[in-house]
């Protein structure tokens, strides 16, 4: 009965798995519950963004992608560095 609620998990790209009859009573009458589902890939591609948008404001959302861009190109660098630490332990362990 919920079409708001409905259209809503919709648009954030959650998709419906499920319903489970007769799972509440609400004033003597029996309700049905929908159980959403949501793939991580999903959230990545746009309804973490949505969200963010919706809760905070599209400023706030715009630095949010900032920063995640700078932490994600800072997690490239320490993977870097720490791939070449190992390539300089190898070289000394084969001079041994």
Same mark, same amino acid.
Request: glycine fraction near 8%; proline fraction near 0%; charged fraction near 40%.
């Given at each position: 009965?919920?079409?708001? +609620?409905? @259209? ?8 419906? %798995?499920?319903?489970?009859?007769k #799972?509440?009573?609400?004033? =003597? ?16 591609? +746009?309804? @973490? ?8 404001? %599209?400023?706030?959302?715009?630095? #949010?992608?900032?920063?995640? =861009?700078?932490?994600?190109?800072l ?22």
């Open positions: 009965m919920d079409t708001v +609620g409905k @259209r809503l998990s919709g648009r954030l790209g959650f998709t419906q %798995e499920g319903t489970v009859c #799972d509440r009573i609400v004033k =003597e009458s029996n309700r049905d519950s929908i159980v959403y589902g949501l793939l991580n890939s999903d959230w990545d591609k +746009g309804a @973490r963004m949505f969200m963010y948008k919706k809760l905070h404001g %599209e400023k706030a959302m715009k630095v #949010d992608k900032s920063n995640n =861009e700078k932490e994600n190109e997690e490239v660098q320490q993977k870097f560095l720490a791939d070449k630490k190992v390539e300089e332990a190898e070289k000394k362990l084969a001079k041994l």
